[in-house]
């Protein structure tokens, strides 16, 4: 079976808004196996939104509309859906009474614009949508089936999760499960993780496998399917088990797990406490580790140390070193690190010093250049990076780095 | 002219990722006056996108896709073009270059799979990506415009600033000029802003507004078209100034001003400088303010105190205090602005100290409350707020609270 989403609203093609309806739908449709081919975005403009119905109704099984269901003059999804189908519309009372409760309950009467919003294509198994006044329906005709929401995403939602999924769920009972695994990769391009699993991944036949570049991670998803839940996750755990080995130290995590959490969880674990000592990341490093809740058990906080004085003062970084390595030096992250490490009470310190751009680069010291040191009570480790893309993203990088140089020192701990 | 969008991409239909690329060309399509007709989502699947393409050729004058461009063999946006439009893929020695260079700066070999991305349909004119390795291309045939930009936003993105905007503004100089412009206000609801200019609104003929609500700002867009430049300018800043006459101080700046960039502005005109000291927010707020190029111009740096020790040590808050009133507390919060001003030798100290949630709450101390001060050489000021959202959303409010809390300070010097 194929479905398609039409997406209706000249909101979106005059980029005033972001689709985000048919997220929602592609995700609810992954986890009922049903095959997403088309998104659709079209106007409500009749002809257009005519022509791309019919479209739909001749390489689509399941066609799922949103918007287009208010009470103005351009909203026509139902007039539009009755034309390209040949149907009459008709009045359904049971909409016109919920509209009327709707209204009372905001303390208004209904409007003649209103008084459209209760007729639908005849034939259509209508949906009382209580959380607006635009009933939503589900019509079956000739082996298709076309179901049209609400655009308001919270009512869409509602009407979808309440209707749309126990209805596809009992008219199609997934004969085979299907799910995906993610594996989470730093500190490799998208064009290396490839090169490491192409051969794997191409002898396959049970899975199907995706790559996806973030700014700082790669993602791999594995997909496969089977007759039951636990066979599907025994195959996929063997798809991950396999992978993983291929990519080594370069996973950091699965599925929704972040680098911080993973990082967070290995100093729960061992009883550590970590201090960010942090220049061209302005707190970056600290915003991050903190985003985890409860993060105050390992994490102690830092020094944000922007200007040299900081560093001398709060880091206790001489001022000889300042300058004759210059700010950006890996002999001012290892003391910065131990510093902090120190000055927080930590039992470890992490540094970053670096030049994000655009201004502050010297022949010899390139925008990007990055120094990170990370110290505990017997030694100092450091790192120097040459990262790329501009300011913001050259803090990303760094942040992550430092996080990423964490957890191996974590997981060899 | 009928313009259409393709986004390639199967993690957009498996519902990963939405698709905000499409969003982002829909707008710069309207202030060119271009009619964005069709959005269409497809997946990676070649005979899927073979099909996709061959429609909107026969449908639409200009077709710009998304995505596709990449290393691995699901990246087949321009295999599939040259079928589509029978043309040969052949090899441009400066996108060879080019992939040579940018692998070159990361410390990378060129690899089997990067080869291909230097085959690009014939005719091409191709758009050296001086951000990622995909080259970017513009290709016309029949009357008809087909280009394609990488699915990575921020590549994406300056692409088509740099090479399709201009490219098209040339080929299709447009007769009426449209413009927008957009207020940002913070500290006032989406409901409040709506009931102070509605009736202004609701009297001009001359333009069109929207209203629209993000985390931690309102923004409002006033739209207007005329025959020159100079006219769409007169009248867009009129109805700016109408509107900032009425909404006041909370209009912290315009278009795509940020409140860090505002309260940046401010602090070098008036040759201060600025230290932090964070608790809650863990480093967000000194990394906010260092996001603006050259921030180091004014921002010293700061002391990021989630424990109470760092918060003795590093800020000289006396433990007597912490006891007695709580590190969550008005008290707490003002010798931390104290502290840091002083100890990161600067004209003023901000801070910030909260509960983000979810524990750590209280009877009395909910999830949410969060003190901020401002000191200086003569008084120090504090705020109390009690906020909503997630852990996340509450750190990012307080963070721009306290940005706020400078900026109108610094209004007032």
Known sequence: MKAEIISIGSEILRGQITDTNANFIAKKLVELGIDLEHISVVSDNPESLLSSLKL????SDLIITTGGLGPTEDDITYQTIARTLNLK???????????????????????????KQVYLPEGAKIIINQ??????????????IICSFPGVPHEMKNLIEEYLIPYLKEKFPPSMIKKSKTLKITGLGESSVNDLIRDYMNKQTNFTFGIYANPEDIQVQV??????????????????NQLTKMLGNYVFGNDEETIEEVVGNLLRTKKLKVAVAESCTGGMLGEMITRTPGSSEYFQGGVISYDAKVKEDLLKVPTEV????????????????????????????????????????????KVGLVYMALADDEKTITQKHQLF????????????RALNMLRIYLMGK
Do not use: W
């Open 89 to 115: 519309l008709i009045k359904y009372p049971e909409a016109e009474e919920n509209l009327n409760k709707i209204l009372k309950k905001i303390h208004k009467t209904i409007s003649p614009s209103n008084l």
């Open 389 to 400: 893309g501009g300011r913001q993203l050259i803090r990303v990088r760094a942040s992550r």
């Open 322 to 365: 300042l300058k004759k390595y210059g700010e950006v030096s890996e002999q001012v992250a290892r003391l910065m690190a131990e510093g902090v490490r120190i000055n927080c009470h930590s039992d470890i310190g992490i540094s970053i010093t670096g030049i994000s751009g655009p201004g502050g680069a010297t022949e010899k010291k």
């Open 56 to 59: 739909a109704f001749q390489r």
């Open 223 to 240: 997909t496969t399917q089977a007759s039951t839940e636990k066979e599907v996750e025994k195959l996929l755990q063997s798809s991950v």
């Open 131 to 144: 959380y607006g006044t635009a009933p939503a329906m589900i019509l079956e005709k000739d082996n298709k």
